[in-house]
Each structure stands twice: as C-alpha cells, then as structure tokens.
C-alpha cells in the first residue's frame, strides 16, 4: 500500500484516481496496513501498530469474521464491590427518610457512580476486544438510561452488564431484556405505568428511538403500547423487574391495526415485525462505523438481511464491515471520534499503563461524554456536535498534557493551574449524580425520584467533589508519561523521517491539517500529530 | 510581530480554510439587525425561589404557606405596596428607583417539566415542553440573523462548559473560565488547514472560532469597578473583560449556582442573591465606565421556580413559574406578568405561569435586536414591553 498521502493534492489525486475506478469488491485481496489499521480504529479504540499489522495480511472476510469471533459477552475487569453487592438497596422512603439519610445515599451513590465509569473505562483499555465495548457504548446510547435519573447505580452497573452480554447477540432479545431492565423501568418511568394511569414514557421511546423511527407510528399506538406495558415494574429492596398482575391492564389494545390482549412482550414483537425496525438500526450502525451519510439502498440491503437473520447483530455489522463503502476512500476520515474513544484511543494507541481510570472518565467528561449519564433519551448526538471551542480545547490540552517534555513533568509543574484542562477549568459534569447543585450537562433526579430523595443544597459538598475530582485528574494525567523515542522505534524505517512518516500513517485517518514537519525531535514530532484536528477524526 | 497580530493575520487564513460552504449557510442579517445591542444572560442554576425574590408581603397566603422561610414584611426593600425585595437584593434599590429594572412575575411555559435537566433544555432551546429540539435558541437565532463577521464571536459563556442558548449548530460560541485562561488554551488552536470533508471543515470552524475569539478578547480593560469577591463576582469581572474588547460580541452569559435550595434555603438563598445584586451593580458600574450601559440588556432566567409551600427541611421543592429581573440603560422599570396566584395552586402545589418565557425571548429578539422572533420561537409570542423605544 502506499503511503498516507503528505499533503492535500496527493490526498485530491488520490482520490480523482480511485474515484475514476470501479468500486473494487476485493473479499479476496488482503487488507494491507492502512485497511487494516481502518477497520480497527472504526471498531475499536487507537490500535496499535503491532495490532494493525496482524490484521494486515488478512482478508476483509478473514479480518471481520475475527473480529466478530473474539467478542465477549462479560467485562474482563472485575467490576467495584459496590456494583455486585446483593444486600437490599433500600433508597431512602419518600415518607420516613430522615434528611441525612437522604444526603448519605446520595453521596453513596455519586460515590458508586464514578467507580462504576472508571470500572467501564477499566474495561476499555484492558479489552482484548475493544470491538465489544464501541458495541456496548453503541447500545448504551440507543436504549439510553442516564444515572441522574435512576440514582441507583447497581441498577446502571447491571443495565451495563445486560449491554454487553448482547452487544453482538440478537436485537430482539436484547430490546426484551432491556425493556424489563430495572434502569430503563426507572429511566423511562416504566415503574409509573399502571393500568387507568398509564404513562408513555418508555411506550414512545421505545417506537421512536429503539425501534422504528419518528414518523412510522401513530399517537393512538404510543397510548394503546403504553396500557399493554403497564404492571411491568420493579421489587424494591432487590430492584429486579416484577409483573404485578394487579397493576396490568389486561383489556384489549389496538396497535398498528392489530387487535388483542397484548402484554408488553408482544407489543416488542410487533415493533420487532415491521420493516423500519431493522431500517432504523441499520441506519445507526451506518452512522456509527461508516459515515454520516447512509446510502439508502445499501441500509435497505443490510437490513434486510438483519431481519432475515432474526435480529442477529453479528449479521449486520458482518454487512457494515464488509461494504465497499466502508472502505472506500471517500468515507476516510469523515467520522469525529467521541471523547470516550478520543481519551481511551490515545491511551491504547500509545501503550500508555494507568493505575486508575477513574481521571480519563473524568476527562472524557469533560470533552462533552460524560459515562452513564447521556444528556437525554435520545443520548449524545455525537458527530459534529462532539467539536465546538470548548470540547475542541480540552481535547487538546489532554493530548498536549501527554505529549509535555519530561522536565515539565516535575509534580510541581502538574499542580499550577497552568497544567489544568480546559475541563478542569469549567464545571465537571461527573460531579453530583444524584443530588446537589446541578452542573454542566447533568440531569437532576425527576419529579417522583426526586421527593424520594430531596437532595440538599450540598453547595459546599458539590465545591469540594469538584475540586477532588480536579485534582484526581490532574494525578491521573500526571502519571501517565509517554516516552516517545521509544515509541517512534518500533515502527519500521531506517530513518527518523522514514518511522516519522509511519507513525502518521497509524495516528491520522486523514492527510493533516498541516503538512508535519518530520524533522523535529520525537515529542514534537508526536505532539504536532495529536494536536492536529486529523487527529479527531477516524 | 506580536502575539495579537500572528493571531490576527492567521485568522484569515483559518477562515479561507474553513469557510466556504459553512459561511454560505448563514443568511446575511436583516438591516434592521442591532447586535451592538449586547445582551447579558444571567442563569440561576437550580431554580431560584421567585417566590422570595419578589415578596408579595401583602398576601397572607403566602405566610400560610412558609411558615418557616418567608421574608417578614418589614425585612423587604419595598418597591410598592405589595410586594417587596429580599434583602439581600438591596443593592438593586437604585435600579427601580431610577426605572431601570423590571420584574417579571410568573415567567414559566404551559406543562411544566419539574426535572432540572428538562427544563433547562426547554428553557434553551425555547421549544414547547413536549418538543424536543437540538439547537439552542440563539443558535437558531443566530442561524438566520448572524451578528457581524468582526465580532470576536457570537457569544461568550462563562464559567460553564455547557453552551445552554447556544449549543449546537454552526453559532460562534466561546466557553471559558477566564479570558486570560482562554487565551493560553487558545494556543493550542491551529490557525490553518485545508478541510478533506464535511467534519474537518467544521473543526476548522471551530479552530477558527477560537483563534478570532481570542484575538478579539485580548483586551486588558482596567475597569476602576471593585468586583466583588468569589466565583460569581470573577464570572461578571470576566464578562466585564469580553464586553470591553473592541470587536464586539452579541451575547454575554453568566451562571450563579445553588439555587436548588431544598434544605435550609433563607441562609443559602440570602448568600446567592448578595452575591447576584453585588455582582449587578457592578456590571453596572463596569458598563457605565465604559459606556455601555445604555445599550445592554441584562436578564435572569432559570430552569423553575420553586413550589410555594415550604417543605420539612426549611426548603422548597422543584416549582414551575418563577420571578425573573431586566435591567438596563433601556429598560423601563415596572412590574410586567402577574403576582402569583397563591390561592389558585394546581394539584401539585404549583403555580400557572403569567408570561411564557417565549415572549420574553420575543422580546430580545424582535425588540432589542431587532429580527424576526416567530421562526426562531415556533410560533408567535407576542414581546413583552419591557424596553424603551
């Protein structure tokens, strides 16, 4: 393969070339290097060059099918204490709870909520299949559940665990699991829909974003799905889902012109039976790994062949990954990275070893993705909307805090404001889950979570939280260090301009923003490439 | 060459790179448009208790319903014979006296959301409760009635990361902490390049957005104003800074958090409004030294008010309709909406709202600046007269 092209007119030749030859299905002819090193940054997080050049000499088949075959179904990293604990949850009582005892659970849950991020984040960096986790994030932001609303963090570590168990599984199964998963009853105020007072909530999301797409459905079948849900709700002490027979509505409902005594189970399997169902998530997976613009006739060839599988998720991005418009050269760098993918990726891609994760949730929040907590049920828009001057900033204050020279590494020089980012500087959106002050993107708990839970003013906590989880990041960031020189030597060449040149080509989906300069030492080498917006792309 | 001008003479260059199908998108603004007009939002993050903002003293309601944290009527700064200030917004007397304030009484929307998140989002992107909408207001605003090119951007938050009334499409936002914080960040910005698609041509924007913002903001104005001390006093110190650059910038917002006061409320709430009304009269006094203050608007707004009836903990739970303040060279002073109606509460001890926040949006947009309202605000709110001609 050749080599990433230097500058913009290599990049337009380059192009004017392929786009004058007939899309080449090759399921045959090896990926090489830069296919490779594609494949690996859509479906995962930075990949290393040793990693990119074990995939390079197979085939798009033998690459995807590997891919889809290492997936896993349980995290590798053994999740917080906390998050497994099976004493009875027991939340404050709305009627009897003292105020302190209020303020404790809060606190504990805020508590268990940033060890349930640094858990995830964990996972992310130690995953033999970083695959597995863009998957389960991917369905954490499709059937979206946000910790400031559903306090209680066991129930977001289970919803989690539930995500990843069918990340690559069926659809189907997974849009029942989740539609009885206790955060979701919670998130999606499933747990207030009863019969003669039923609530739309889940009912409506569930057409709208899980399922079929705005514009596919009828007010009269969001209210005639809602009554059919009804009764599905939680045990309190076990927070586990429980049908209460007496809460149910057991009278006939019509959705879709269909008429019967529908639970929730066979309202899913009706949304399960329409065509826009498969339409509607193909289009995501599209967005997700290829570009921002779907190709309609390709999603509709995807999602037919996703419905003929039964919902298999594996079958689907098998097609998205084999598409000749994922490869294609025009779709190179058309993606923004998330933050999470951001912060995660240069980690991996770096080889950089963290004692606790807990400072790149923290600094992935402040980039605009705050973990567990999406800014509402329709998740994070991601794309664009991920860059605008403040996210763009504390992206590159991150990169840059890594790639500082050695003699700045001093703790001294870790704890001036100077070496604060840009995250650090405004409010931290990981802060106050369940309580106090609300700050940057944070949900409060709703109206009915609320009166279980009146938080306190915690004005002074929130300060304090802050300035603790500053500092946390700042020693996270601190002691991550980056040796260049020795990272530059692995890739191959005989000259510093020759390794230069490849490592750009593993950094940067796109020609730069500037043309590098090659002929600087290794920090700045690397710095110039981390700090360049192609760096935000994939 | 100094600092200023690299980042001046690059500017140029980051926009030839970055524009062209991105600056097309913008309309040119209408003629009528007056973006010299400034505007200073000031959001109570929490949802500042209306209720004992502006004291309705005179009904007895209202000490039926705090038994514990209503303001005494002899403790208000009276402003008429009803209803009067918390005290410790004593500061703003001068401004009522000399007809520059206005209270608006029951701002708040139809369907109430009682969650923080929620309602902020309505508040920000000025849709209707069960509308959801991506782009904050003045985005759309801004979208099709942009400010002038040379301001150093469309609007300035300060000390929040998230851009509330300005999120989302191509508006020209800048967040930061403070502006010399801003200005060492803003070193990292590249200023050129040449966009391959669609997503590297916006983060160019954005690279450019930076760059001008920080070439317009480097300004060190030595305002003769004491600030006054803490978090907010350094937020309107540093919106005192970006509204004295040169180049100019349309909106200004500004955050106070703590108001979700549901435990002890009358000891944090009297610290949060010291803190607004000192911060106030000092954005004044800023302004008039440099003679903006006949052409600013300055305006509170929140997620909610709080519920009228205290509840067990010396505090209020989440509310609906709440009390907000305008002032400026321009206002004209009054009360505009109504008194809360205490005896009239809905099911869940709230009040209806007396004036939908859209109208004062409408207010802004078609008096202040003078641009259409109705496309921005989905619908026809009919501006509050608040402002004089």
């Not at chain 1, 995953?127 to 559940?145: A, C, G, I, K, Q």
């Not at chain 1, 980056?482 to 490592?503: C, I, K, N, V, Y």
Request: charged share 20%; proline share 6%.
């Amino acid at each position: 393969m050749d080599p990433v092209p230097r500058n913009a007119v290599a990049v337009l030749a380059a192009a004017l070339v392929l786009a004058a030859m007939p899309a080449a299905a090759a399921p045959n002819a090896v990926l090489g290097y830069d296919d490779a090193r594609h494949l690996l940054v859509r479906t995962g997080f930075g990949p290393t060059d040793a990693e990119v050049r074990a995939y390079a000499p197979l085939t798009r088949e033998a690459a995807v099918d590997r891919l889809l075959r290492e997936v896993r179904t349980v995290a590798l990293t053994a999740p917080p204490a906390t998050a497994t604990d099976t004493a009875p949850l027991r939340p404050p009582r709305p009627d009897t709870a003292t105020q302190a005892e209020r303020m404790a659970f809060v606190r504990q849950q805020t508590r268990e909520g940033l060890e349930l991020r640094a858990w995830w984040v964990q996972e992310m960096l130690a995953t033999p299949s970083p695959l597995t986790e863009r998957m389960t994030l991917f369905w954490h932001n499709h059937f979206v559940s946000g910790q400031p609303k559903v306090r209680i963090s066991r129930l977001m570590y289970r919803q989690n665990v539930t995500l990843r168990a069918y990340a690559l599984g069926n659809f189907a199964t997974l849009l029942h699991a989740i539609a009885k998963d206790p955060a979701m009853l919670v998130y999606l105020d499933g747990v207030q829909n009863r019969k003669g007072a039923p609530n739309e909530n889940f009912a409506r999301e569930a057409m709208e974003l899980f399922t079929l797409g705005e514009g596919h459905y009828s007010e009269q079948d969001v209210k005639e799905a809602a009554r059919a849900f009804t009764g599905w709700s939680l045990e309190r002490d076990a927070g586990r889902f429980v049908v209460r027979p007496f809460l149910h509505d057991d009278g006939v409902k019509t959705v879709f012109g269909k008429s019967g005594r529908y639970d929730g189970d066979a309202v899913l399997d009706l949304l399960l039976a329409r065509p826009e169902t498969a339409l509607h998530v193909t289009e995501k997976l599209w967005r997700e790994f290829i570009s921002p613009d779907p190709d309609p006739s390709e999603v509709r060839r995807i999602a037919t062949r996703f419905r003929a599988s039964n919902y298999e998720i594996a079958a689907a991005l098998r097609e998205i990954l084999l598409a000749d418009a994922f490869y294609t050269s025009t779709n190179r760098g058309v993606l923004v990275k998330s933050p999470v993918e951001f912060v995660v990726g240069t980690l991996r891609v770096f080889g950089l070893r963290v004692e606790h994760a807990l400072p790149f949730a923290i600094a992935a929040a402040g980039m605009g993705q705050n973990l567990l907590s999406p800014p509402n049920v329709k998740g994070w828009p991601g794309g664009e909307a991920w860059i605008n001057t403040t996210t763009l900033l504390a992206r590159k204050q991150f990169v840059e805090r890594l790639t500082r020279a050695d003699e700045m590494m001093s703790p001294v020089a870790m704890m001036t404001p100077v070496a604060m980012t840009a995250a650090a500087a405004t409010t931290l959106p990981v802060a106050a889950d369940t309580g106090g002050a609300r700050v940057g993107a944070q949900a409060m708990p709703d109206r009915a979570s609320n009166r279980a839970a009146a938080p306190g003013n915690g004005v002074d906590d929130e300060k304090a939280r802050q300035q603790r989880l500053r500092r946390e990041m700042e020693r996270g960031l601190a002691s991550v260090h980056l040796d260049s020189a020795r990272w530059l030597a692995q890739f191959p060449g005989t000259t510093p301009g020759e390794r230069a040149r490849e490592a750009q080509r593993l950094l940067l989906a796109t020609a730069p923003q500037q043309t590098a300069d090659l002929d600087v030492d290794s920090l700045a080498l690397v710095r110039g490439f981390v700090l360049d917006a192609a760096y935000q792309l994939k | 060459m100094d600092r200023r001008a690299f980042l001046k003479s690059s500017l140029s260059a980051a926009a030839l790179g970055a524009a062209g199908p991105v600056s097309l998108a913008f309309a040119a603004a209408p003629p009528g448009a007056n973006y010299r007009n400034l505007l200073v939002l000031i959001e109570l993050k929490g949802g500042n208790d209306g209720l004992n903002t502006v004291v309705p003293f005179a009904d007895a309601t209202y000490y039926a319903l705090r038994p514990g944290i209503a303001i005494a009527r002899d403790a208000v700064v009276g402003i008429s014979d009803s209803v009067g200030l918390h005290p410790a917004l004593a500061p703003l007397a001068p401004f009522w006296k000399d007809r520059e304030l206005a209270i608006l009484q029951g701002v708040g929307y139809p369907a109430p959301n009682l969650s923080h998140f929620r309602s902020i989002e309505i508040w920000d992107t000025a849709s209707a409760s069960e509308i959801y909408l991506e782009d904050g207001w003045l985005t759309r605003a801004f979208a099709a009635a942009p400010p002038p090119r040379g301001f150093a951007a469309d609007g300035v938050i300060i000390g929040s990361s998230d851009l509330g009334p300005l999120a989302g499409g191509g508006t020209r936002a800048v967040a930061l902490a403070s502006t010399e914080q801003f200005l060492r960040q803003a070193r990292l910005a590249t200023p050129s390049g040449v966009a391959q698609n669609k997503a590297f041509q916006h983060i160019l924007k954005v690279e450019a957005d930076i760059l001008q913002a920080a070439a317009g903001l480097d300004a060190r104005h030595a305002f003769r104003t004491e600030f006054p001390p803490g978090a907010f006093g350094g937020a309107i110190r540093t919106a005192c800074q970006v509204i004295a650059n040169p180049a100019g910038v349309a909106v200004v917002r500004v955050s106070l958090s703590g108001f979700d006061t549901h435990v002890g409320q009358p000891a944090t709430q009297a610290r949060l409004l010291g803190e607004l009304a000192q911060g106030l009269a000092a954005l004044k006094s800023a302004l008039d030294e440099i003679g903006r203050w006949n052409d600013t608007l300055i305006l509170t707004y929140a997620e909610f008010g709080r519920r009228p009836r205290e509840n067990l903990s010396k505090g209020t739970d989440h509310g609906t309709a709440s009390a907000h303040l305008a002032l400026g060279g321009r206002v004209a002073g009054g009360f505009y909406g109504e008194q809360p109606a205490l005896d009239r509460l809905s099911g869940d001890g709230n009040t209806g709202h007396a004036l939908d926040f859209r109208s004062v949006y409408a207010t802004v947009l078609e008096k202040w600046w003078g641009i259409p309202a109705q496309a921005t605000l989905g619908g026809r709110f009919t501006p509050v007269p608040f402002l004089r001609a």
